[in-house]
């Protein structure tokens, strides 16, 4: 029985002392250096005695940052990695929902730590790192750890203008990693291409994966992905097997055209999450790297992923692309607004809802949140069983596959993010010139509209003031002032008639 995701990592430790688990640009970790540095930063952690409390990660990008996760884990904690991009002032409205035991980080960002103004410990990555192992403290620690405590804490985009922290157990990966071992052949010779923020839940299975199967993943250089030449030649030169990328990255390739002069020769698997992958660019992979497996993968960060589809056959570019099937030990109940089961065949839509251990425990410090999303399953009144509603449309197409038809809120996914209309109009909000403002979607052309009411402003002020207040990705493309903002007979702003006059 596995109780922890550490026992992957001690697993492979063992069969793999000498194999490199994590590597970048500048640090290259064997799985013995991986644990024997997880372990000394874990015996710091372990003396607070802060048992499941959250430790942020402070820190770029790098192979270190994720034995920093590992050690926190090894420390009885859970890890929150925190975007060093952010506005501070989004840190600190983070923090001060996360309120951390500690907090890691590196000398790159301590002039952003100071200005945080914390109350906690704050620990350089180097200096833990030399801690001396304490084994009784650690083996003490270990044996409270049960595989529903917290494993991580992901802050997403919060409709109330506060993000919200999602607390993952280490049951969902531990789920997900012998799900991936069923259903796919992973090797110890593999080599993953991690392109995505280690903020985000797609890099899960760069960080996991090594530990589960001895595999290994290297850090793709950001800048690669504006030079498709370089990222292909970076992943032949590494020998890279697999990747679990977001859409956008993948399409940045084929609208550059980036297999014109050289492709990928060692890809057996491509992965994708994040948003809805299209199939104009997707069609550009298959026909230069065909022999690849091809799977989209599907789920809200509240889920991790829970379905997912094997491409088994041909689609042309104006299809939609299906998001299949639950994968293992999940169940997907599609529900009607009268919360009746919509069943493959009906051709009748409804909201995808998760079961299983795949769910995330809850927002962190957001009861009512919480209470909103993970709800009793309205098909069982026997006994308690918590369900997920993600707010997504979705129906059954003639193969029994899900489709993903849109969001029921104003929830979107954009160039990989999970976004919140209402963050943005919240962050505007507090702008005085600003009366009334709304944010439209305009996903054919994947662009943020900011419409407004009020004092008509500068662009570049509008954009410049929004650009200290919200992540750079949450950024609107669009900015549209407007005399007065059309309401509906609710006295609601009529976002329907926005989209009818500007989408």
Known sequence: MIRSVLEFLEASEGRFQDYCAYEDSRERYTFGRAGRTARAIGSRIGALDAHQKPVAVLMEKSASMIVAFLGIVYGGCCYCPIDVSMPA???????????????????????????????????????????????????????????????????????????????VSHRVIINNMEWLEKEYDFRPEDILGNQVPLYFDVSDHDVYCPLKFGCSTVIIPQEHFTFPANLIAFLNEHHVTAIFWVPFALSVVANLRGFEAEVPKYLRYVFFAGEVMPLKQLNYWRRYVPDALYCNMYGPTETYVCTYYNLDREFSDDETLPIGRPCGNIDILVLDEENRLVLPGSGKEGEL??????????????????AERFVQNPLNSAYPEIIYRTGDLVSYNDRGELLYHDRLDFQIKRLGYRIELGEIEAAAGLIPEIR??????DRGKQMILFLYTGTQLDKR???????????????????????????????????????????
Not at 102 to 112: H, N, R
Not at 436 to 441: F, K, Q, V
């Open 89 to 167: 002032d989004r840190i600190l409205t983070i923090l001060s929902v996360l309120k951390p035991a500690a907090v890691i980080t590196e000398p790159a960002q301590a002039e952003l730590a100071a200005g945080l103004d914390l109350t906690c410990p704050v620990w350089l990555f180097d200096e833990l790192s030399q801690e001396p192992v304490n084994a009784p403290l650690l083996a003490s620690v270990r044996s409270r750890q049960v595989d529903s405590d917290p494993l991580y804490i992901l802050f997403t985009s919060g409709s109330t203008g506060v993000p919200k922290g999602v607390v």
């Open 353 to 370: 809802c998760v079961r299983g251990c795949t769910l995330a425990s809850g927002y962190y410090n957001n009861p009512e949140r919480t």
């Open 436 to 441: 009334d403002c709304a944010c439209i979607y």
């Open 461 to 503: 002020v509008l954009s410049k003031t929004l650009s200290g207040r919200i992540p750079r990705y949450m950024m609107p493309n669009k900015y549209i002032y407007l005399e007065e903002m059309p309401h509906n007979a609710n006295g609601k702003i009529d976002r329907k008639r926005l989209k009818e006059l500007y989408v």
